[in-house]
């Protein structure tokens, strides 16, 4: 494939995704590293994407933006209610993962009277916890990845895979059959050793998030022990995560969470 094909080509990916890894664009174009990063460097001098450690990130404006401030104002009520009912499935002495997303913040303002470790690569989650004396909190390190105030990439995938957690609480993008998917590449390594650093895993998702792919897989409904949801998650995904043995946890505003599922099925 020539240049300017390719060119086109990381361009066009771009215009889709959040972020590429160069291993993956190497594999994806059949170009070698020092190819695909000409490409780069071309694309980033046309304002295209941004280089960053690892890979490249958009900088194209897409009809679905990733931004805190805008997450975090929809779907608002669902989102506390939610956060409220995941945060009562924490105790006092537990190791706590949290991961990224406005979904999470609302679950860390339910623990501050909470005694616990929280662990996370989460800006906005460990600001929850400034004034707390309750709640000792860690950090991951790495990348911080812009307008999400999450951190990625190796050092935050090093640090996880040291820790042992009781539990870890995270939001995603996607919620199929097929599992769980999220929209950024780098940000799916952090998801994935998450899940492999706690006894339970616990998502926190309204019902937008069910039936929709988000294009990278991360995981299989099998990794997952609980999903806390809102009051309009559609019937046939409540009888997917029954099937599958998920415990699902529908959160009522204003009342005690409501179990509608069991692990056993």
Not at 38 to 50: A, H, N, P, T, Y
Not at 142 to 158: A, F, K
Not at 212 to 228: E, F, T
């Amino acid at each position: 494939m020539r240049q300017a094909q390719r060119v086109l080509r990381v361009q066009e990916l771009f215009s889709k995704q959040e972020f590429i890894n160069l291993e993956e664009l190497c594999c994806l174009l059949n170009a070698s590293k020092s190819s695909i990063r000409r490409d780069l460097i071309q694309l980033e001098d046309k304002g295209v994407l941004r280089r960053v450690h690892g890979g490249a990130i958009s900088l194209q404006t897409r009809d679905e933006v990733l931004d805190f401030g805008r997450l975090s104002g929809s779907s608002h009520d669902e989102k506390t209610s939610i956060g409220e009912a995941a945060a009562s499935l924490v105790h006092d002495h537990q190791t706590v993962i949290l991961g990224g997303g406005s979904t999470v913040v609302e679950v860390a303002k339910h623990l501050g009277d909470k005694l616990i470790q929280v662990v996370t690569n989460s800006i906005p989650v460990a600001q929850v916890f400034w004034d707390s004396k309750q709640v000792e909190v860690t950090l991951t390190g790495g990348y911080v990845y812009p307008r999400l105030g999450v951190q990625i990439g190796p050092i935050c995938e090093r640090m996880l895979r040291s820790v042992s957690a009781d539990i870890v609480i995270m939001g995603i993008r996607g919620i199929t059959a097929q599992g769980i998917s999220d929209s950024n590449s780098l940000n799916v390594e952090s998801i994935r050793a998450m899940i492999q650093a706690a006894h339970k895993v616990v998502i926190v998702a309204d019902h937008s998030k069910f039936g929709r792919d988000a294009m990278l897989h991360v995981a299989k409904l099998s990794d997952i022990d609980q999903i806390v949801t809102d009051r309009e998650l559609e019937p046939e995904f409540m009888q997917l995560l029954k099937d599958q043995g998920i415990e699902c946890i529908v959160a009522q505003p204003g009342t005690k969470p409501n179990y509608a599922g069991t692990l056993n099925g």
